[in-house]
Structure formats: C-alpha cells, structure tokens
C-alpha cells in the first residue's frame, strides 16, 4: 500500500512463503509485527522488529515469509534508499563533523546488514508513516521526514556500511546500478572494470569484497533472480529470458534449472500461485 510518500509502501503477509528468487533494491525493509528472512549468497538473514535490513545495493536474494500465517500475519515498511538524498547526506555528514569510522573490528559487511531498531531510527519512522492521515501535511512535509529517516539510517547500526555505498568513491556501487538497470544489455567484466576505473583483477577484487560474489556471478544471479520474478509474475518464459539478456532460450533453460535445480516452465506452474498470493 502507497503512503503517499514516494517510494515508502505498507506491506502484509498472511501467507507462508519459502525464501523464492527475488532482487533487492537499494532499501531499507523494517518488520513492525512478524519476521522476514533473506539469504545472501548462502547467508541467511532474519529480521525483524528488533532489527531492520539495510541493502544499500542491488542485491540478487531468495526471500520469503516462512512463519506468516493469517493468525500471525507480517506488516512491515519498505523505504526505498534514493541515491541522490543518501549521496547528499554522507557529504553533508563528513564536511559538519569528519568522516566516521567504523565502530567495530570485524569483518566487512557485504552486500546486507542487518541493524538495530534504536531510538532515532523508531522516531523517525513513527513521524513519517503518522503524515499518512492528513494529504496536506504529507505533501508538504513529507521529503522532509524521508530525509531525517534516512539521517537515521546513517547514524544507526548500519549507518557505516550504508555510508561507504553512497559514498563519492564507491565505483562499486555505481558498477552495480549500471548492471542492475542494464540486464538486457551485453555485460562484460572488462567494461564493468573500465567504469570502475580499476584493472580487472583490481575490480574482481574489490567486487567480491563488496558483493561476496565474483561479477560473473552477480550478473548471472541478477539475470536469472530477475528471470524468475517476472515468469512468476505471468509473462512467458522466452520474453522473460529476452528481457534480462538472453539471446539463446536453450541457454537460459540451462542455466535457470542449474540455479534452481527446475526448469523455467517447473517454476512457472510451481510459483504463480504463490507469488501472486504475496
């Protein structure tokens, strides 16, 4: 459901649903009642309404509702991550106060985190989603509350991980949008790593770093995630295929069923139904 609010939607679940292919956009998903899990390149993540997801990148997933029911239905708030907004607010951040460093020792967070609802985040959320009673007071000031909603993202657990995204020199994350906006185009590494401004091994590096996948890898799972979505959403087989690049329908069929370990007309049968019902 629209909040009026662009890219900020109400969502329930009252359905069971297995972790499916999906494609995380830059967003922030926050579970008010329930619980949502996504796995990441073999990692799995439950969250929550003691902790939120944060995937400030396109992100190839399998994601679903396994514990929703009708009696314990799942109500959560998808905030889309605008790339402009965010990018703005990192440099207004380290010009006023210095970059921030990370807080912790431990290893990179790669591709999601998971972060903690804390008092800021929990603020701003209730401010901007409570604009949704009155139109006036939506339009009016409803970039404003996104802003100090995403303000607190920065600040907040994941705040760091979010910040070397949407900061000025990440080539990585520009690579990505370039190829998540691009599927149907021809995608190679070598130009991937031309963008990036980086020699290949440099940008296969530092990709995986980001990513935990290798490119190729990344780009076949965005391909076929994207494949899988749009089969279970009715249209054919073959146009899906042509729409995220394939130009060989063999190919694809190959490749769909190594991934899924069915072929794309198994998938069609077994998760229409399912899906709509999300």
């Known amino acids: 459901m629209e909040t009026g609010v662009k890219g900020v939607k109400l969502y329930r679940a009252t359905t069971s649903i297995p972790c499916v292919p999906a494609v995380y956009e830059p967003s922030v998903i926050a579970i008010v009642s329930g619980a949502k899990e996504a796995v990441l ?98 339009a ?6 996104l802003r100090e909603l995403y303000y607190a993202i920065l600040k907040g657990e994941a705040g760091f991980f979010a910040r070397q995204t949407f900061g000025t020199g990440n080539a990585i994350a520009r690579s990505i949008a370039h190829v998540s906006s691009n599927l149907n185009e021809p995608i190679s590494i070598d130009d991937m790593a031309t963008r990036a401004g980086m020699s290949r091994a440099v940008f296969h590096r530092k990709f995986k770093q980001a990513t935990t996948m290798s490119p190729i890898q990344f780009v076949k799972s965005m391909r076929l995630n994207t494949a899988a979505m749009k089969i279970a959403g ?21 490749e769909f069923k190594r991934m899924y370990g069915q072929s794309p007309r198994q998938w069609s049968d077994a998760q229409q139904l399912p899906m709509e019902m999300v």
């Open 234 to 254: 009715g249209i054919t087989v073959n146009e899906a295929a042509m729409d995220v690049g394939y130009v060989s329908p063999s190919q694809f069929s190959r």
């Open 140 to 145: 009016v000031l409803g970039d404003a509350r």
């Open 41 to 138: 390149d073999g990692e799995r993540y439950v969250y929550d309404d003691s902790r939120y997801m944060c995937c400030p990148m396109s992100m190839p997933v399998t994601a679903g509702t396994p514990a929703a029911s009708p009696q314990s239905p799942l109500f959560g708030v998808y905030i889309s991550l605008d790339p402009r907004v965010m990018t703005e607010l990192v440099m207004e951040m380290d010009t006023a106060g210095g970059a921030r460093r990370s807080g912790k020792g431990g290893p990179r967070a790669q591709g999601i985190r998971l972060a903690q609802w804390d008092l800021a985040f929990t603020d701003a959320l209730l401010r901007l989603l409570q604009l949704g009673d009155n139109e006036t007071d939506m």
